[in-house]
């Protein structure tokens, strides 16, 4: 072999090796989301989704909650891969009658509508599971809460998993063992649990899920049930969809009234106060930090949301960037 035809079989080698190394370092950067993921696809995305949630929220001030509680019902069931957002159809069972949502997940035409707005402006780029995570954080940072940079990158799912939506979503009933292991199975600390569940200081919940807390339980305020079971009657036969704040002092803004609702037993789910046991419990310093310090449960929220949005994410190639978010591409 010449020594031109060795070198240019090292120069070869050496420049499979570079293809072969940004291949592969370009595929771990697919692999995460960045909060620039469409800064040049759709630019005008971040603008087009705050305004369509405003007027959402101007409309019906609820909306915001409902929204946030969306992400939170897609990141725990198979990930944040829009897959709670599918329609069921004869042949399709989508997540959308699961225990957990079913008569109670609500908002999905707001997503409609941003989904429509953004694919008039940037076709097939935006997924789905991407417009949720800011719709999520927009209603948050416009009902008063904090601001995060939402990464961005996901893809959408082309399945859902009612028997997972079922099992995934705690239920109001979850003692704090169980709400620990839901959460720290899927890679969140016990912190980021209770930061989390202060997503409650926004939005309402129906009396069949509060009813057994305020009868039932010994470590309410009185006066709180009292005023509770008004609209919440004791017979499962009648009232079971009447409505209450999950914070009754302001369920309209984002703040730390959540907290201080819990150190006064006035959580209104059973899995609420379940996060405060009058200093007994492992969670009661979390509580207690939140319910005086604000700014920590904003600066601790916004990070946990982060993290969820980060489980069990599609990217690359994987899924499919829906065109409309209720079912797959044809
Ligand atoms: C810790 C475990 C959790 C349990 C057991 C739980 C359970 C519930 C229940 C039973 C309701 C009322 C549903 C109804 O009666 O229709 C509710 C509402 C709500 N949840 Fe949770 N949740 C949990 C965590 C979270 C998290 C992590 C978030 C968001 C970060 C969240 C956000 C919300 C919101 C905003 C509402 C009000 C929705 C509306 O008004 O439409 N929840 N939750
Ligand atoms: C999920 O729960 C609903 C309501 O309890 C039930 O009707 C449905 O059969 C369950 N689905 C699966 C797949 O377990
Ligand atoms: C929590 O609930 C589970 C399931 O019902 C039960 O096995 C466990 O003993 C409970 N833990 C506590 C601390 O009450």
Not at 66 to 83: E, M, N, P, T, Y
Not at 265 to 276: A, F, P, R
Request: aromatic share 8%; charged share 20%; hydrophobic share 35%.
């Amino acid at each position: 072999m010449s020594s031109m035809a060795a070198s240019l079989l090292i120069f070869t080698r050496y420049c499979m090796s570079l293809i072969l190394i940004v291949l592969v370092g370009s595929r771990s950067i697919y692999a995460q989301l960045s909060p620039d993921f469409y800064s040049h696809s759709c630019p005008e995305l971040f603008p087009t989704v705050k305004s369509t949630m405003e007027a959402a929220i101007n409309r019906e001030g609820r909306l915001g909650a409902s929204i946030l509680r969306l992400f939170f019902h897609d990141c725990f069931v198979k990930g944040c891969d829009a897959s709670n957002l599918f329609d069921d159809t004869p042949t399709f069972i989508g997540e959308k009658k699961a225990s957990p949502n079913r008569g109670s997940a609500r908002g999905f035409y707001v997503i409609d509508n941003i989904k429509d707005e953004v694919e008039n402006m940037c076709p097939g780029v935006v997924s789905c599971a991407d417009i949720l995570a800011i719709a999520a954080r927009d209603a948050v940072t416009i009902l008063g809460g904090p601001y995060w940079d939402v990464k961005l990158g996901r893809r959408d799912a082309m399945s859902a998993s009612q028997a997972a939506a079922n099992t995934s979503i705690p239920p109001p009933t979850s003692n704090l063992t169980q709400l620990i292991s839901s959460f720290t199975s899927r890679g969140l600390s016990i912190t980021d649990m209770v930061a989390l569940t202060g997503g409650h200081t926004i939005g309402r919940a129906r009396c069949r899920n509060y009813r057994a807390r305020i009868y039932n339980e010994p470590n309410i305020d009185m006066s709180f049930s009292r005023t509770r079971r008004c609209r919440c009657p004791r017979s499962n036969m009648t009232g079971n969809n009447n409505l209450a704040p999950v914070d009754y002092q302001t369920p309209g803004v984002f703040d730390n009234s959540f907290f201080k609702n819990l150190v006064n037993n006035k959580g209104l789910l059973h899995s609420d106060q379940q996060l405060y046991n009058h200093g007994a419990g492992p969670t009661d310093s979390i509580v207690l930090t939140y319910s005086y310090e604000p700014s920590t449960f904003a600066s601790d929220f916004a990070a946990a949301m982060i993290k969820m949005g980060d489980i069990g994410v599609l990217t690359g190639s994987d899924g499919e960037i829906r065109k409309n978010c209720r079912r797959v591409n044809y």
